[in-house]
């Protein structure tokens, strides 16, 4: 039986600026961890620059932002489709939950939504996601959506002052017809 879904995605507005903030703001020693731009964001008008910023860039069809919205707590992350002018057909696919609402299935379910979106209404044959070796939640998180393991860069990625190696995982349309989803 499939989950019935507790989060959706939908274009962030900037009257979510407040939101984004909060929601950074319960977990930025967690996403500082991860993230590189977390460092940058400062005050809520920050979270205002970067939803106009990536309005604009959804325009130029460069990368599709999405809150990931849950019915009690409202704003709780952001999942996205970036990349897309790089290679026509590929995104790069990233998603982040803030602490709060961690371990309870959401990024999970919030990643469905976008492979979902992904492959059936903007018309996308691969998904690819990097991640460090130790992210473990975010290793399983791209299991259960079904990517596959290609292969590991080493130091690929400069972050928190040291070089760390990442991992390559990618999903193709054509798996999700093979698993039947
Ligand atoms: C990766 C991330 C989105 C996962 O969020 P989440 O809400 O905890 O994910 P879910 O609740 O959907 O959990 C997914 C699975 O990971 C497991 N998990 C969570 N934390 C874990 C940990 N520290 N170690 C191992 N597994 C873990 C969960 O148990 C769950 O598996 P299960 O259903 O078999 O129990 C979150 O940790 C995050 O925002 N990290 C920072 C950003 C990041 O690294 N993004 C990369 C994604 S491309």
Known sequence: MKPSFRVGLRAL???DAE????????????LKRRLRWIAAVRAPEDCREFIRGRALAGERLEEL?????????GLIGIA??????????VAEFSCWISAPSRGRGLACQAGRLLVALAFKNKGLRRL???LEPSNRPARKVIQK???RYEGRLRHAKRLNGRWVDQECWGLLKS???KRGS
Do not use: H, M, T, W
């Open 13 to 15: 507005q900037e009257g």
């Open 19 to 30: 939101a984004l903030y909060a929601a950074i703001e319960a977990s930025r020693p967690q």
């Open 65 to 73: 932002v999405y809150g990931v919205f849950e019915a009690r707590r």
């Open 80 to 89: 996205a489709l970036q990349n897309l002018r790089k290679n026509p057909g």
């Open 128 to 130: 690819y996601a990097r």
């Open 145 to 147: 959506l079904g990517f």
């Open 175 to 177: 798996d999700r017809n």
